[in-house]
């Protein structure tokens, strides 16, 4: 039998695996949206370029936003899933 905090401990593993893994997804859906969107891939902010100011702040905030609600997602579903 199984105790309960080696399944907590299997759980926050599995969760962290799943989150990482849909947040890279995110990310990679971000960045084929912009590119479609605006026919380049989006500005970074070590990136030297012609991004203005604005520009990296928006692509910034909008991987933000989807990448930390890809994670609240996959964090919930995969504790459902173990639980």
């Known amino acids: ?7 907590s401990t299997v759980s926050k593993v599995v969760g962290l695996a799943v989150a990482g ?13 912009w590119n ?3 026919g380049h891939t989006p500005p970074k902010p070590e990136d030297e370029g012609d991004a203005g100011l604005t520009e990296v702040a928006i692509a910034a905030a909008l991987t ?6 890809a994670r609240v997602l996959a ?3 995969t504790a ?3 639980s």
Not at 1 to 7: G, H, L
Not at 64 to 69: D, F, K, M, P, R
């Open 1 to 7: 039998m199984v105790d309960e905090s080696t399944q």
């Open 21 to 33: 893994g849909t947040v890279w997804l995110a990310q990679k859906a971000v960045a084929a949206a």
């Open 36 to 38: 479609a969107v605006t």
């Open 64 to 69: 933000a936003v989807v990448a930390s609600l």
């Open 75 to 77: 964090t919930r579903g």
């Open 80 to 82: 459902r899933f173990l």
